[in-house]
């Protein structure tokens, strides 16, 4: 959990800096680049309003947040504590482990640069990554199953040899003894 806070941590810095430039481009590059990850199941970037600014896929950019999530990751309680004003008073990451540990969500709140008339910069988004840590799970299960498979192949072969090996002496003897 240590890892995804930093690794939240430096894509929230990324998308700031590319905020304080008014590249929304670079914006949406950083998001999308980072979620190239196939166990990030979600990531978006959402302003103040709760407009998806910057996102895992193209197409929601532009839709409201509860329309960026997946369908099954929507009645998780996570996702409704991305109230922009909750995040404001709290500027550190949030990191939970969600549904039976195989989901792992992070929320950080992101300086998205001033409004016109500002000087100071005040709009606070959120960025919100869900890594999805099943599939490893499996893909670690299957690599061990085919490792124990291959032990096994080839233990029963070593001992066959052996069996091979020390039932030829062993008949020759017992035939050739009086």
Do not use: C
Request: glycine share 6%; charged share 20%.
């Amino acid at each position: 959990m240590r890892n995804m806070r930093w690794t939240t941590s430096q894509l929230a810095s990324a998308v700031e800096r590319s905020a304080r430039q008014s590249d929304v481009a670079a914006m949406r590059q950083d998001v999308a680049s980072y979620a190239a990850n196939s166990e990030v199941a979600v990531a978006f970037l959402a302003d103040e309003n709760g407009t998806v600014l910057a996102s895992r896929r193209f197409a929601d950019i532009g839709k409201g947040v509860q329309e960026a999530i997946p369908p099954d990751l929507r009645a998780l309680e996570f996702f409704r504590t991305t109230n922009p004003e909750r995040q404001r008073h709290a500027l550190t990451s949030n990191v939970e482990i969600l549904q039976d540990g195989s989901i792992l969500g992070a929320i950080r709140p992101v300086v998205l640069g001033s409004r016109p008339d500002q000087i100071r910069p005040t709009r606070i988004g959120t960025l919100a990554v869900v890594y999805d840590i099943a599939p490893p799970t499996h893909r670690a299960l299957a690599t061990l199953y085919r490792q124990t498979m291959a032990v096994f192949l080839i233990s029963s072969l070593f001992a066959i040899g052996l069996g091979v090996f020390f039932h030829i002496p062993v008949s020759y003897t017992h035939l050739t003894l009086p």
